[in-house]
Antibody
Framework: QVQLQESGPGLVTPSQTLSLTCTVSGASISSGHFYWSWIRQPAGEEPEWIGRIYTSGITMYSPSLQSRIILSLDTSENQFSLRLTSVTAADTAVYYC???????????WGQGILVTVSS | QSALTQPASVSGSPGQSITISCTGTSSDIGAYNYVSWYQRHPGKAPKLMISEVSNRRSGVSNRFSGSKSGNTASLTISGLLAEDEAEYYCTSYTGSSTPYVFGTGTEVTVL
């Protein structure tokens, strides 16, 4: 059974960096069949795709966020991570990590973590 | 890339059938058969129900079915059960620089 679990601080100060980790169990992030992705959902809005990273480390980011995002892999821990710099209140959202298959299907998700940007 | 449009809420009595629509454009739903549907219960991870328009995920009840016509996809839940009460989201591949677009979400209530 594939499981994903987000972790990180629930409160981030404006202008600082949001850092989240997704721990994967039941599958290897080193497998060449999958991409690993982040999605967020502000309260009352639809989900928004943030970015994806392949096992090779190749990344693709949302054009609206790409200047502030870095995704990375830690194969030794079977984790992948998100760093979002210079955050504002607009970055307050529930952040989800998900496995992406065949570049079009999010087949497994984490339960999400609420991150609030506030001083 | 604009969000896919879903009704905010749909309700039905136990045993009834309901259909949730998901309207996009010729650049997303109309262009690809890569529409998927997710069920989300509060505090739980979203669960993939339907992929590629109409493929039911292994282990998902056959009461759930998906279809597409033009720029609109639909999820039908037949024989509604109390456990179906949840939020449902559609998503589509777009092939653009923002390759994934999500629906606005539909709250399903079992009366």
């Amino acid at each position: 059974q594939v499981q994903l679990q987000e972790s990180g601080p629930g409160l981030v100060t404006p202008s600082q960096t949001l850092s989240l980790t997704c721990t994967v169990s039941g599958a290897s992030i080193s497998s060449g069949h999958f991409y690993w992705s982040w999605i967020r959902q502000p309260a009352g809005e639809e989900p928004e795709w943030i970015g994806r990273i392949y096992t090779s480390g190749i990344t693709m980011y949302s054009p609206s966020l790409q200047s502030r995002i870095i995704l990375s892999l830690d194969t030794s821990e079977n984790q992948f991570s998100l760093r979002l710099t210079s955050v504002t209140a607009a970055d307050t959202a529930v952040y989800y990590c998900a496995r992406l298959v065949d570049r079009h299907l999010f087949d497994y998700w984490g339960q999400g973590i609420l991150v609030t940007v506030s001083s | 890339q604009s969000a896919l449009t879903q009704p905010a809420s749909v309700s039905g009595s136990p045993g009834q059938s309901i259909t949730i629509s998901c309207t996009g454009t010729s650049s997303d739903i109309g262009a690809y058969n890569y529409v998927s549907w997710y069920q989300r219960h509060p505090g739980k991870a979203p669960k993939l129900m339907i992929s590629e328009v109409s493929n039911r995920r292994s282990g998902v009840s056959n009461r759930f079915s998906g279809s597409k016509s033009g720029n609109t996809a639909s999820l039908t839940i037949s024989g509604l059960l109390a456990e179906d009460e949840a939020e449902y989201y559609c998503t589509s591949y777009t092939g653009s620089s923002t390759p994934y677009v999500f629906g606005t979400g539909t709250e399903v209530t079992v009366l």
